[in-house]
């Protein structure tokens, strides 16, 4: 969806090294998410955010941090990475919710192949 | 598990033909999404599911949903080459815009 743009779309480093994977989004949506999918797992979440003073840990957010510096911004790093975060990460996002009990369909960015030597 | 169960794990058939792909999972659920993903590619929102309804189509699509039964089942009638990819369930299980996704089904569809 080229309302939900990833940068970059693919990366190479080294163990230890520090990355920043950014997500930038024009849907004017609320609600901002990053996941990982590796090959047979599914996709697993990292980290969301419901608005920019609003941030939580997912199932797997051991090595990774965040941060929402605007509502259509919300970057994921890797403060040393290591071999085992190698992976397809993608952001998501959602809108307000309109109807009480039910939530907003998730609008994903093409994804950020990251591969840790 | 809290995340869905796709089954099976792969389905490959002919164009034209129907495909059925199913979701069952062990807790209670707001709602129940499909999404699609071709190859590498972002997923793509199908069609949601409310946990009071029963049916639902759109398109070629219908899901179903039994909730006593704690399964869901995606069917994609007359399929295309372009069906091709794999096709996610998502469950919504509280009130906190969080989905939990399975692992996928991996359709092909044959010209």
């Known amino acids: 969806d080229a309302d939900v743009t990833q940068t970059p779309r693919n990366r190479i480093t080294k163990t230890g090294k520090r990355i920043m994977l950014e997500c930038s989004q024009t849907k004017g949506h609320d609600r901002m998410y990053w996941y990982r999918q590796d090959p047979g797992l599914g996709l697993r979440l990292i980290y969301y955010?419901?608005?920019?003073?609003?941030?939580n840990k997912g199932e797997i957010s051991d090595g990774y941090s965040v941060s929402r510096q605007a509502q259509a911004k919300f970057s994921l790093s890797l403060e040393s990475a290591i071999p085992n975060q190698t992976a397809l990460y993608f952001c998501?996002?959602?809108?307000?919710?309109?109807?009480?009990?039910?939530?907003?369909?998730?609008?994903f960015g093409p994804g950020t192949r990251l591969t840790v030597l | 598990s809290q995340q869905g169960e796709e089954d099976p794990q792969a389905l490959s058939i002919q164009e034209g033909e129907n495909a059925t792909m199913n979701c069952s999972y062990k807790?209670?659920?707001?709602?129940l999404q499909w999404y699609r993903q071709n190859s590498g590619r972002g997923l793509v929102h199908l069609i949601l599911i409310r946990s009071n309804e029963r049916e639902k189509h759109s398109g070629r699509l219908r899901v179903t949903l039994d909730t006593s039964k704690k399964s869901s089942s995606l069917l994609i009638t007359a399929s295309r080459a372009a069906d091709t990819a794999s096709y996610f369930c998502a469950l919504n299980r509280d009130s906190n815009y969080k989905l939990t996704f399975g692992k996928g089904t991996l359709l092909t569809v044959n010209p």
């Open positions: 807790t209670s659920i707001n709602n």
């Open positions: 998501a996002t959602s809108g307000r919710r309109v109807i009480a009990g039910s939530t907003d369909t998730q609008y």
């Open positions: 955010s419901f608005d920019v003073k609003d941030i």
